[in-house]
C-alpha cells in the first residue's frame, strides 16, 4: 500500500467511526453531541501544535559546527 | 580486503578539488583501505578535468579514475556513469566541494562491516551531526522540510537529502535504475526505494560545511519542486 493509500484507509476509518459515534451507533463515553462534533477540529488543532513544538525544538538542537569549518581553512 | 570506489561527481570544482582528493588519500591510507576515486566531470568550463588529469598523475591511474562527460546531465546517470567502470566491491557517494569531509569514510566503512548493511547513510540531524554556515531562516526550511518528510514517509532514515553515503555495488545499482526524480528528491527517492526493497540502512552523523550558502539560493523553485517529489513519493511508495 503506498502511503497515500495509507492515510485514505486510515482518514476514511477514523471519520466513519466518528460520523457513528456522532448518530449515535458507537458509545459516546458520556461526550456530549456539541463535543463529538468539535472534536476532529480539536485533535488536529493539537497535533499541529505538537508539530510546531517538534519543530522548534530541532530547530533549537540543530548543532552548528564551526570546528568543522576551522578544520578546511588549509 | 574489499576496495571502494569513491564516485565524485564534478562541476567546476577545479579549487577544490587537488584538496578533496588529498583529504580522501589522507583518510584511506592511514586506515589501509582499498580505493580508487571516480572523478565525473560534466564538460565544466573551468578545466575541472585538466586539474584531475593532473592528480591522476600524481596519485596514479589506479587511484584516480576519469569519466568525464561532454555536459551537465544530472546526478542519477552520473552515478550509473561511474558505477559502469568501478571496481569497487562498495561505493561511496559524496559531494566534492568539501562540504562533506573524508574523515568520515572510516566510520561508514566499519558500520557498514559490522552490521552488514547494503547501505550506510550520513545524517546531519542525528547527536554528533550538525550544519556550518547555515543561519535560522536556512534552518528552519531545513528541518521543516525533513518533519513534513517523515510524517508524510516515515521513511525510518533521520536525513532524506543528504548525498554523503556508501552502497553496496548492487544495491546502488538496483536503487539508481528504479529512481526518476531530480535533485534533493533523487536522493529522498534512493532512500524510500531502499526501504521499500527492504535493503537494510544504518546512519552516520556528519557534519556539513556549507560554504556557498548565500550563493545558492533556496528559491521557489527548489522549493516548489522539493514539494511536487515528496508528493510524488507520498503517492507512489
Known amino acids: 500500500m503506498t502511503k497515500l493509500a495509507e492515510w485514505l484507509v486510515t482518514g476514511i476509518t477514523l471519520v466513519i467511526v466518528w460520523y457513528n459515534v456522532l448518530i449515535g451507533k458507537l458509545p459516546n463515553f458520556g461526550l456530549t453531541q456539541e463535543q463529538i462534533l468539535f472534536a476532529p477540529l480539536a485533535i488536529v488543532c493539537v497535533i499541529a501544535v505538537l508539530v510546531l513544538l517538534t519543530l522548534i525544538q530541532r530547530v533549537r538542537t540543530f548543532r552548528d559546527c564551526p570546528e568543522a569549518a576551522a578544520e578546511l581553512r588549509i | ?237
Open chain 2, 1 to 237: 580486503m574489499p576496495m571502494y570506489s569513491i564516485l565524485l561527481p564534478t562541476y567546476n570544482e577545479k579549487e577544490n578539488l587537488p584538496i578533496i582528493i588529498w583529504l580522501i588519500d589522507q583518510t584511506m591510507t592511514k586506515h589501509d583501505y582499498n580505493y580508487e576515486v571516480i572523478i565525473i566531470d560534466d564538460g565544466s568550463p573551468d578545466g575541472t578535468l585538466e586539474v584531475a588529469r593532473q592528480l591522476q598523475s600524481i596519485y596514479g591511474s589506479d587511484k584516480i579514475v576519469l569519466r568525464p562527460r561532454e555536459k551537465k546531465l544530472g546526478l542519477g546517470t552520473a552515478y550509473i556513469h561511474g558505477l559502469k567502470h568501478a571496481s569497487g566491491e562498495f561505493i561511496i557517494i559524496m559531494d566534492a566541494d568539501l562540504s562533506h569531509h573524508p574523515k568520515f569514510i572510516p566510520q561508514f566503512i566499519k558500520l557498514q562491516a559490522e552490521k552488514d548493511l547494503d547501505v550506510v547513510t550520513g545524517t546531519r540531524y542525528v547527536n554528533g551531526g550538525g550544519v556550518y554556515g547555515w543561519d535560522l531562516k536556512r534552518k528552519v526550511v531545513s528541518r521543516g522540510a525533513n518533519l513534513l518528510t517523515q510524517i508524510l514517509l516515515r521513511p525510518g532514515v533521520s536525513d532524506l537529502t543528504g548525498s554523503f553515503r556508501l552502497y553496496k555495488k548492487e544495491v546502488l545499482g538496483t536503487l539508481v535504475k528504479s529512481c526518476v526524480s531530480k535533485g534533493y528528491v533523487f536522493q529522498m527517492e534512493m532512500m524510500v526505494r531502499a526501504r521499500q526493497n527492504s535493503f537494510s540502512i544504518g546512519e552516520v552523523p556528519i557534519t556539513f560545511v556549507d560554504r556557498f550558502y548565500g550563493e545558492s539560493k533556496l528559491g521557489a523553485n527548489e522549493i516548489s519542486g522539493f514539494v511536487k517529489g515528496l508528493l510524488y513519493l507520498f503517492a507512489t511508495t
